[in-house]
């Protein structure tokens, strides 16, 4: 056991976490002044219940909102992904779930917190999308209307979480629409969304908005550095992360940031012309193509940022990108973000001819920089 601040936040559990180098089993004893850490749990556990330290605003104008009686029927959670949004959606349920909360707090240790935790709360609905799909479906979102309809089996709120909700496929989205627009008592739908402007306007219009931002450098590192102790470089992991420091710690479990760097290193051979486009195609087979896609985003993103600023400090998968004018990055920008949507589409891609032809436009894309490159140092030279 470990002495532990009385209403610990997010912050305070990751910092203890760091220290043990465990996570916290979500068993919090308040009154006591004592967290228990359960040693099995991994990293990846998902059913820790606090808000992060940089959700604090959100977290109180919500707080307010429900002391005034004022709590809408249905929240939109929105930002970029891995800020935490589910974790706050979670936070939020089970602080609304919690039989004697303190400060705005679950307690932790209630009947209410205890079946929120486990995932076992028969009040909280949780809808994501299942056996490896990539879509919510009709038949879920009527499971959830269902659910909606009955009254609460611990006689307090009933919770519905929906994350992501861009994901629901249009019959779902209308589906859903339904029970917002005809909300029922004591019910609260928490909707998350990385992508809103991909939701339905008349789901959107339907729910409070609550956005969410990268937080800065400096909070995320400060959060960041005792997690990624003797693992990884916090800075790295976080310009990996596009600065989504809940994402820049998710780099830390697996293959992750092996998988990135040998893509990286990829590139820069296929833009040097050591290595073709197809023979690296072959090689990442295996691979997501939606991750590979997430990652050169993330690389034309700070091309295009850092165009402005200063070249220091970039990754050379970045830096290849220098010379490349800039209508044309954005230009590729335009087909990466049209090739996301096509494979978030589609039930089975494939993945080998896409890759052939991410890389092959790579290649042509970093020959543009190559040819610009060769002729600014010609025209340095006095060449011609
Ligand atoms: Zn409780």
Same mark, same amino acid.
């Given at each position: 056991?470990?002495f532990?601040p009385?209403?610990?936040?997010?912050?305070?559990?990751?910092?203890?976490?760091a220290?043990?180098?465990?996570?916290?089993?979500a068993?919090?004893?308040?009154?006591f002044?004592v967290v228990?850490i359960?040693?099995?749990h991994s990293?990846?556990?998902t059913?820790?219940?606090?808000?992060?330290?940089?959700?604090?605003t959100q977290?109180?104008r919500?707080?307010?909102?429900?002391?005034?009686g004022?709590?809408?029927?249905?929240?939109?959670?929105?930002?970029p992904?891995g800020?935490?949004k589910l974790?706050?959606?979670q936070?939020?349920?089970?602080?609304?779930l919690?039989?004697?909360?303190?400060s705005?707090?679950s307690c932790g240790?209630?009947?209410?917190?205890?079946?929120?935790a486990?995932?076992t709360?028969?009040?909280l609905?949780v809808?994501?999308p299942e056996?490896?799909?990539?879509?919510i479906?009709?038949?879920?979102?009527?499971?959830l209307?269902d659910?909606?309809?009955k009254?609460?089996?611990q006689?307090?709120? &009933?919770?519905?979480?929906? *994350? #992501?909700? %861009?994901? !629901?496929?249009?019959?779902?989205a209308?589906?859903?629409l339904?029970?917002?627009e005809e909300?029922?008592?004591g019910?609260?739908?928490?909707?998350?969304s990385?992508?809103p402007s991909?939701?339905?306007?008349t789901?959107?219009?339907r729910?409070q908005?609550?956005?969410?931002?990268?937080?800065?450098?400096?909070?995320?590192?400060?959060?960041?550095?005792p997690l990624?102790?003797?693992l990884?470089d916090?800075?790295?992991?976080?310009?990996c992360a596009?600065?989504?420091?809940?994402?820049?710690?998710?780099?830390m479990?697996?293959?992750?940031l092996?998988a990135?760097q040998?893509l990286?290193?990829?590139?820069?051979?296929?833009?040097?012309?050591?290595?073709s486009p197809?023979?690296?195609?072959? &090689?990442l087979?295996?691979? *997501? #193509?939606l %991750?590979? !896609?997430a990652?050169?985003?993330?690389?034309?993103q700070?091309a295009?940022r850092?165009?402005?600023?200063?070249?220091?400090?970039?990754?050379?998968?970045?830096l290849?990108?220098a010379d490349v004018?800039q209508?044309?990055?954005f230009?590729?920008?335009?087909?990466?973000?049209s090739?996301?949507r096509?494979?978030?589409?589609?039930?089975?891609?494939n993945?080998?001819?896409?890759?052939?032809?991410l890389?092959?436009d790579?290649q042509?894309?970093t020959r543009?920089?190559?040819a610009?490159?060769?002729?600014?140092?010609q025209?340095?030279?006095?060449l011609?």
């Amino acid at each position: 056991m470990i002495f532990a601040p009385l209403s610990p936040t997010g912050d305070d559990i990751d910092k203890l976490c760091a220290f043990n180098k465990v996570t916290v089993s979500a068993t919090l004893l308040p009154f006591f002044n004592v967290v228990i850490i359960n040693k099995e749990h991994s990293m990846s556990d998902t059913h820790l219940h606090y808000h992060y330290a940089w959700q604090a605003t959100q977290w109180q104008r919500l707080l307010q909102q429900q002391s005034d009686g004022k709590l809408p029927h249905a929240i939109m959670l929105t930002g970029p992904s891995g800020i935490g949004k589910l974790q706050f959606a979670q936070a939020k349920a089970q602080q609304l779930l919690c039989l004697t909360p303190i400060s705005g707090a679950s307690c932790g240790r209630c009947k209410g917190c205890e079946l929120s935790a486990a995932g076992t709360h028969p009040d909280l609905f949780v809808l994501r999308p299942e056996d490896g799909s990539r879509v919510i479906k009709i038949d879920q979102v009527r499971r959830l209307t269902d659910f909606v309809a009955k009254t609460s089996q611990q006689g307090g709120m &009933k919770l519905a979480l929906i *994350e #992501p909700v %861009e994901s !629901l496929n249009i019959n779902a989205a209308n589906a859903l629409l339904k029970s917002l627009e005809e909300p029922s008592a004591g019910t609260l739908l928490l909707l998350v969304s990385h992508v809103p402007s991909q939701v339905m306007a008349t789901i959107r219009s339907r729910c409070q908005q609550v956005d969410f931002a990268l937080p800065n450098r400096a909070a995320a590192l400060e959060w960041l550095t005792p997690l990624s102790a003797g693992l990884a470089d916090p800075e790295y992991l976080l310009t990996c992360a596009g600065g989504a420091p809940v994402a820049a710690r998710a780099l830390m479990e697996g293959d992750q940031l092996d998988a990135r760097q040998q893509l990286a290193h990829a590139l820069v051979e296929i833009a040097k012309q050591q290595m073709s486009p197809l023979d690296v195609a072959a &090689k990442l087979s295996k691979r *997501e #193509p939606l %991750e590979v !896609l997430a990652s050169m985003m993330q690389w034309l993103q700070m091309a295009i940022r850092q165009s402005a600023l200063t070249m220091d400090n970039l990754e050379p998968v970045v830096l290849v990108l220098a010379d490349v004018p800039q209508v044309i990055v954005f230009r590729f920008w335009d087909k990466l973000v049209s090739l996301k949507r096509q494979l978030l589409s589609m039930a089975n891609p494939n993945k080998q001819l896409l890759l052939e032809e991410l890389l092959l436009d790579w290649q042509a894309l970093t020959r543009q920089g190559v040819a610009n490159g060769q002729a600014r140092q010609q025209l340095m030279n006095g060449l011609v």
